[in-house]
């Protein structure tokens, strides 16, 4: 598994002050991601933190002393379980939307 392209969004309407990181498969039919989003390899992606934590350092996005913890949730979205992701635990980060496209 190999990280394509991070992107940050700032919500000011964000349901939860927390940051959100999603994880979007690539080559991945909207049908597929619509029957995979219950059974996302959350472990394989949590190995990934690292770079993406790199990449959020290099864009200003976080400051190079602080790794947040992050923990997995299938309603990090919304109160159904249609968008799985994971909560950073950071205020600095507060309000934000990180989508990780996967190769």
């Excluded at 994880?23 to 190995?47: A, C, D, I, Q």
């Excluded at 976080?62 to 109160?79: E, F, I």
Aim: aromatic fraction near 10%; include cysteine; charged fraction near 25%.
């Amino acid at each position: 598994m190999e990280i394509a392209n991070v992107t940050v969004r700032h919500d000011n309407q964000s349901r939860s002050a927390k940051a959100r990181i999603y994880f979007w498969p690539g080559k991945e039919t909207v049908m597929e991601n619509l029957v995979n989003r219950r059974s996302r390899p959350y472990n394989e992606f949590r190995k990934l933190m690292p770079q993406v934590f790199a990449k959020l350092r290099d864009e200003g996005v976080l400051s190079a002393d602080v790794t947040p913890k992050v923990r997995w949730s299938q309603y990090a979205g919304c109160s159904c379980p249609c968008s799985p992701g994971f909560i950073v635990d950071d205020y600095h980060m507060a309000r934000r939307t990180i989508s990780v496209e996967l190769a």
